[in-house]
C-alpha cells in the first residue's frame, strides 16, 4: 500500500513518529496524480507548489517540536465551490472561470490552521447543479472504481479523489446531497452535518437554506477528525449554530447495544435497484446482530420532496446566482449594446445548460401571482417533512436507508434527461429539507460498485451517526478496499522500481 | 369642478452609523472610489450578511420617534433586480414585516394641526453610484455607499396639499436630527424624496389613478414638483383625458415633471425571505431600553417651550426646528437667562447676525453662557440693551465674556445724575429749536433731546435716567 492509500489518522501516526515526513506524504499524492488524474479527472486546480510548501512548513513544525494535530500535514482537496484566497475558485462555471478570491472560507481557514495541506480544488457539477458531475465546464469527473461511470454529484470530483488517492480527505457541500450520493457511488465516507453546524461563508451559494458543507474520508475516525476541526459557530454567518461541539473522536465507540433504529419504507419503493437493496438489508440486518433494535416506520411526505425541492433550491438560486453578471468580477461577453444586453450575453454564455434551466424555475416560482402556488406551497410542505421526521425521532435515535437508488450510473445515461438524474437524490432530498445530520457509508458491492447505506439522525446528533458507522465498520471491510486504478497504479511502480531492488 | 391631491411620500433616510449595515466598511460620506468596501459588500461569491445591531437599534428609534409599533418578529428579505450599481443583483430590505408600522406625526398648517399618517418604517441597504460624467466610454462604478443602513419611511396617503408634504418633510428630517441616527443631507442623498400623487374631486373619499414622483432633491422641488403635477392632471382631467399609472422625472431647471419611459411598472421584484439571515426577535425588553435612551423629540421641546417658559408658538417653533439653536437656548435658561428674552436674543439679534454671516450657531464663537451674561447684565442696568447689541457681536465674533467686553470698552452705562444733569444741560443749550418746541408744548421733542444726550455720552447714558434727567430740566423742575 502506497502513503496515498491510507486515512489520516494511520497517517498521523507515520508523521508524528517520524516514519514518513509530510513532504513525503505530499509527493506519494502528486506522483498518484500524475498517474491517474488523466483518467479520474477530479480537479480543476492542483495547487502543487503550495502542498509542497505547506508539507515543509508541517515538517518543520514537527521537527521543532510544536504540537502535531491530527491532520498536520494531511493533504486534503476542497471542492471548488469553497473559496480559497489566491487560488482560483470556478464552481466550475465558465462565469467564474479566472475568479481568483482575495479571502478564504472560514472552513478553509479552520482547515489550514488545523494543518491540512491544500492539494487542489475539486470538480463538481456547475454550481453544484447535478448529480453526476457532468455538468462542469471542465468536462466530467469519473468515477475511479469504473471509469465508464459517473462519481455521482455534484461533489464528484472530492469524492473521486478521495477514493483514488488523490487526497486524503476531502470537503464537498450538500444541498439535497451532493456529499452522500458521490461518496455512495466512490466507497468513501460522505456526512452532510446538521444545518448551521459548519459555517457556510465562503461557500458559493446555490441554496442557501439548504446548503451545508460536510467531509469525505476514507473511514468514520477520519470523518469524526476533520468534523472536530471544521464544525462551530462562525460570527461571519448568522445561520450557524451556537450549539457547542463535542470531541466527536469520543463517539467513536463500536457499541451500539439498544440503538433504536427506524426504516423509512418510503425509502425502499420503487426504483431502488435489487443489487442496493440486498446490501442495504444486510448491513440493517448487520446493525440489528450487534444489538440495535430495527423497526419499520413512515415517514408519509416523502413522496413531496422531491417536488418542494425543486421549487425551493431553484428559487434561492434565481436570486443567489443573480451577482453572475460581468459588471465586477468573473466573465464578461463582448459586443454587448447596453448593460442590460451585457447581464443578457454574459449570463447566457457564462452559464450552462443546467444552470440556466434552474435559473428559470425559480424565477418563474417566485414571480408575482406563482409565489403562493409554487414558493410558499413548497415552504408548507418542507414543514410537513421535517414533522415527519420529528415525529421518527420521538421513537428512533436514528433512521437507516439506502443513500442513493442505485450504484453509480454510466457517463451520458441521464445527462439528456433532468428528471431521471433528479431521481437520483430521491434519498438525501429530504434530510436537507429537514436541515438533519446524515452519513453515508459504505455497505457493500453490486456490479462491482460501491453502494452507500444513509444514516440519518436529529438535529445536531452527527455522534450518533459517527458511532453506527464506526460499528459497522468495525465487523466488514467495504471501507478498506481501494479502486482497481490504484492499484495498477501501484502495480507499475513496483515494475519500474523492480530492476533497482533486484541488485 | 376642484379637485383636491393625495399625496403620500416615501422618505429614504441613511443611518449615520459608524460600519454599513451587512458589513464591517465604513459608512462615512465621501472617501476615494471603492475605499469603504470588502467581499461582502461587494456581492462576491460565497460571502455571507452579519446585520449591524446598531442600524437596528437606529431603526426602531427611528420608529419610536415617529409614534410607530415595533414588530415583535420581523425578517429581511430579498428585493431582486438587475442594475450594475447593486452588487448582489438584489437588495436586502423589508417586504411584509417592516421594523416600525402604524405611527404619525403631527404637522402645523395655517389650518391648525394635521396628523400625517406613517404606514411603515422598514430598514434597507443602499446600493453604490454610477459615475457617467467624464468617462469616455462606459461608466464607472463606486460601490462606497452599497451597504450603507438605509430606512424607507412611507407615509399613508394623508397629505392633501404641496405645502403640507413640505411641512412633513421638514417634520420628519427634524424628529431624525433630534434621533440623531441621521444627519439627514438631501443634497448628500443622506435624506431622499418619492411621491406618490393622484386628484379627485373635492370631497370624494375615492383615489384616483397614481403617478410616482422621482428625482426630488430638495424640499422646494418636492413642493414644486407636486404643484406642477397636481395642475398638469387636473388639465388632462379636465379636458377628458385619464391619468396614466406610471413614473415620472422632475426636472428642476425646467420645472416639469416627465416621463420616464421606464420598464419600472412592470418589474417584479420576486421578494422573498433572505435565507442568509435569521429573522429577527425583538423582545419588550429590548423596546423599553431604546425607548428609555430617546432624547426629548420635538413636540415634547415644544409643548415645554409653550407651557413652560410661556414663549409665543411662533418663537417656540422657530426654535425647535433648529436643533442646534433650541439646545442652545436650553443650555443659556439652564445657566439662569430668563426664558423669555433669551428667546428673543436668539430670535432676533443671534438670528439676525448668523444670516448675515451665513453662519451656523456651532461656527460663531459664542457660548450660551455668554447670553446668559449678557441678559444679566442687562438687568442688572450695567448696560443699555442698544449697548448689548454690539456687545452679543463682539462676543461673536472673539468669544470673549460679555463682562470682559463691557470692561475693555468701558461701556459701562452712566448711572451718575450729576454726571449726566452736566452733559444734559450741554445738549438744551446747544439745540434750542426743539427746546423751544417742546416748551410749546410739543413734548415730543423730547425724543430727539433724549437722542442727543445718548450720542454725547456714546450710548452709555442710562435712557430712562436720561429722559427723566431732560423732562425735569425742561419742565424747569430742577
Ligand atoms: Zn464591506
Known sequence: MSLCDLTAHELHKLFSSGEASATEIAEAHLERIEAIEQEVRAYVTVTRDRLLEAAAAADKARQSGEVIGPLTGIPMAIKDNIVTQGVKTTCASRILENFIPPYNATVVDRLYNAGGCLVGKANMDEFAMGSSCEHSHFGPTHNPWDTGRVPGGSSGGSAAAVAAGEAVFALGSDTGGSIRQPASFCGVVGMKPTYGRVSRYGLVAFASSLDQIGPFTRDITDCALVLNAICGHDPRDTTSASEPVPDFTESLVPDICGMRLGVPREYFEEGLSKGVREAVNSAIELLAEMGATVEECSLPHTRYALSTYYLIAPAEASSNLARYDGVRYGYRASGARDFVDMYKKTRYEGFGPEVRRRIMLGTYALSAGYYDAYYLKALKVRTLICKDFDNAFDKFDALVTPTAPTVAFSLGEKAADPLSMYLSDICTIPVNLAGLPALSVTCGFNEGMPVGLQLIGPHFAEGTLLRLGYALEQSTDFHRRRPPLTKTQEWDRNMEEAPDNAV | ?478
Open chain 2, 1 to 478: 369642478m376642484r379637485y383636491e391631491m393625495v399625496v403620500g411620500l416615501e422618505v429614504h433616510i441613511e443611518l449615520s452609523t459608524e460600519s454599513k449595515m451587512f458589513c464591517d466598511c465604513s459608512a462615512k460620506f465621501g472617501g476615494e472610489a471603492n475605499t469603504h468596501v470588502c467581499p461582502v459588500c461587494l456581492g462576491m461569491p460565497g460571502v455571507l450578511p452579519v446585520p449591524n445591531k446598531k442600524a437596528i437599534d437606529y431603526a426602531m428609534r427611528a420608529s419610536l420617534a415617529l409614534n410607530c409599533q415595533i414588530a415583535p418578529f420581523t425578517k429581511f428579505d430579498r428585493k431582486n433586480y438587475h442594475y450594475p450599481d447593486m452588487p448582489k443583483d438584489y437588495q436586502i430590505s423589508q417586504y411584509d414585516k417592516p421594523i416600525g408600522s402604524n405611527g404619525y406625526v403631527v404637522i402645523r398648517t395655517d389650518k391648525g394641526d394635521r396628523r400625517i399618517g406613517i404606514r411603515r418604517l422598514h430598514m434597507e441597504e443602499d446600493t453604490g453610484k454610477s459615475l457617467h460624467e467624464g468617462v469616455a466610454a462606459g461608466s464607472l462604478l463606486d460601490f462606497n455607499r452599497a451597504g450603507v443602513p438605509l430606512i424607507e419611511i412611507v407615509s399613508e396617503p394623508d397629505i392633501r396639499t404641496a405645502e403640507e408634504a413640505r411641512l412633513y418633510l421638514q417634520k420628519i428630517r427634524t424628529i431624525m436630527l433630534y434621533t440623531g441616527v441621521s444627519d439627514v443631507k438631501m443634497e448628500e442623498g443622506s435624506m431622499r424624496c418619492d411621491a406618490n400623487i393622484s386628484l379627485r374631486p373635492e370631497g370624494s373619499s375615492e383615489f384616483g389613478t397614481l403617478v410616482e414622483i422621482k428625482n426630488m432633491n430638495s424640499f422646494r422641488s418636492v413642493q414644486r414638483a407636486l404643484e406642477y403635477e397636481a395642475a398638469r392632471q387636473q388639465s388632462v382631467l379636465e379636458s377628458g383625458g385619464r391619468i396614466v399609472r406610471e413614473t415620472r422625472h422632475w426636472d428642476e431647471g425646467r420645472g416639469v415633471t416627465f416621463s420616464s419611459r421606464s420598464k419600472e411598472e412592470a418589474h417584479d421584484y420576486r421578494y422573498f425571505p433572505d435565507p442568509d439571515l435569521v429573522p429577527l426577535e425583538i423582545n419588550q425588553e429590548w423596546v423599553d431600553e431604546v425607548r428609555r435612551a430617546l432624547p426629548e423629540l420635538p413636540d415634547q421641546r415644544f409643548r415645554r417651550y409653550v407651557e413652560e417658559y410661556n414663549l409665543p408658538a411662533y418663537d417656540a417653533r422657530v426654535l425647535v426646528e433648529d436643533l442646534a439653536l433650541a439646545g442652545f437656548f436650553d443650555e443659556a435658561v439652564a445657566a439662569g437667562a430668563n426664558p423669555k428674552a433669551a428667546s428673543n436674543w436668539i430670535m432676533v439679534d443671534l438670528q439676525g447676525l448668523l444670516k448675515g454671516e451665513g453662519k451656523s450657531i456651532s461656527e460663531v464663537k459664542i457660548k450660551p453662557s455668554h447670553l446668559t451674561q449678557l441678559i444679566d447684565l442687562i438687568e442688572k442696568a450695567t448696560i443699555s440693551g442698544k449697548i448689548a447689541k454690539d456687545v452679543l457681536v463682539e462676543v461673536c465674533f472673539t468669544g470673549k465674556d460679555p463682562e470682559s467686553v463691557v470692561k475693555e470698552k468701558g461701556l459701562v452705562q452712566i448711572t451718575d445724575e450729576s454726571a449726566l444733569i452736566k452733559a444734559a444741560e450741554e445738549v438744551l443749550a446747544a439745540n434750542p429749536g426743539p427746546v423751544e418746541d417742546y416748551r410749546k408744548g410739543k413734548k415730543n421733542a423730547i425724543g430727539f433731546l433724549v437722542g442727543q444726550l445718548m450720542k454725547a455720552t456714546r450710548g452709555k447714558a442710562n435712557p430712562g435716567l436720561a429722559n427723566d434727567i431732560l423732562r425735569k430740566l425742561l419742565d424747569g423742575s430742577v
